[in-house]
Nanobody
Framework: QVQPVESGGGLVQAGGSLRLSCVLS????????MGWYRQAPGKQRELVAV???????NYADSMKGRFTISRDNAKNTVYLQMNSLKPEDTAVYYC?????????WGQGTQVTVSA
C-alpha cells in the first residue's frame, strides 16, 4: 500500500521556522497532486497548501506569504517550508497524495509553536 510518510515536525518558538517533508514511494509520485493539511485540537482538518503534478501551487489565505510548498520529483518528496510561525499554527500536519481515483494520507507530524 502506497502511503505518504511525513517528517520534520517539532517544537519551535513563535517567529521561528520549520521545514516538513513528505515522501511518497514509487513512480506514482510524478503524477500525483500533493497537499499539506493540518488539524488543531478540537478543530476540523484544514487545507494548508497543495501542489499539482506540474508544480502549480495553492495556499490557504492565512498561510500565504509565510508557508511555501515545493516538490522534488527526483526524490519523491514534497516540502512545506514554514516561516514566521505563530502559536495558532500548532497542529498535526498531514500529507495527502492524490491522483484520479486514488488518495492517501500520511500519519501526520506534530508541530508545536510556543509563545
Amino acid at each position: 500500500q502506497v502511503q505518504p510518510v511525513e517528517s520534520g515536525g517539532g517544537l519551535v518558538q513563535a517567529g521561528g521556522s520549520l521545514r516538513l517533508s513528505c515522501v511518497l514511494s514509487g513512480s506514482i509520485f510524478r503524477i500525483t497532486a500533493m497537499g499539506w493539511y493540518r488539524q488543531a485540537p478540537g478543530k476540523q482538518r484544514e487545507l494548508v497548501a497543495v501542489i499539482s503534478s506540474g508544480g502549480s501551487t495553492n495556499y490557504a489565505d492565512s498561510m500565504k506569504g509565510r508557508f511555501t510548498i515545493s516538490r522534488d520529483n527526483a526524490k519523491n518528496t514534497v516540502y512545506l517550508q514554514m516561516n514566521s510561525l505563530k502559536p495558532e499554527d500548532t497542529a498535526v500536519y498531514y500529507c495527502n497524495a492524490g491522483a484520479p481515483g486514488w488518495s492517501a494520507w500520511g500519519q501526520g507530524t506534530q508541530v508545536t509553536v510556543s509563545a
